[in-house]
């Protein structure tokens, strides 16, 4: 067990230095992207900060989970893509939950991380902006 869980760590962080490193910036890039996109629509219709409200908010939860979904699933799907292709070519195998972990890391993680903060600092601009200072 304790080799496997050894050689699997060592797998991942070969990643960024083989083929298709260019997708550990570019796909965190995009869902940043849309998650600011998110995050600033967010802000207008003055829904609350989307991590957040996943867990405190169960009556809309499967509505916001869709909606992120919508922004960040073909990132994901991308990613999961890029990362079977990699492990096809220097591998020569396909390990399943470290498709879903690398293409989670770089999708996901950075899209829910982000766009709740990008939420918050819209809605303090448009207050300040408000204000008149």
């Given at each position: 067990m304790a080799d496997w869980l050894v050689r699997t760590w060592h797998e991942i962080v070969a990643r960024p230095d083989g083929p298709l490193a260019m997708r550990f910036y570019l796909q965190p890039a995009m869902a940043l992207f849309?998650?600011?996109?998110?995050?600033?629509?967010?802000?207008?219709?003055?829904?609350p900060a989307y991590f957040w409200a996943l867990f405190t908010d169960p009556l809309h939860r499967r509505e916001m989970m869709q909606d992120g979904w919508k922004s960040v699933g073909t990132i994901f799907i991308l990613a999961v893509i890029l990362d079977?292709?990699?492990?096809l070519m220097v591998l020569h195998a396909i390990r399943p939950l470290q498709t879903v972990?690398?293409?989670?890391?770089?999708?996901?993680?950075?899209?829910?991380?982000?766009?709740?903060?990008i939420n918050r600092v819209a809605k303090m601009v448009r207050r300040y902006l408000a204000v008149g200072v």
């Open positions: 849309f998650a600011i996109h998110d995050g600033l629509d967010d802000a207008r219709k003055g829904q079977i292709v990699y492990q972990f690398i293409a989670t890391l770089l999708a996901i993680l950075p899209y829910t991380a982000f766009r709740g903060p």
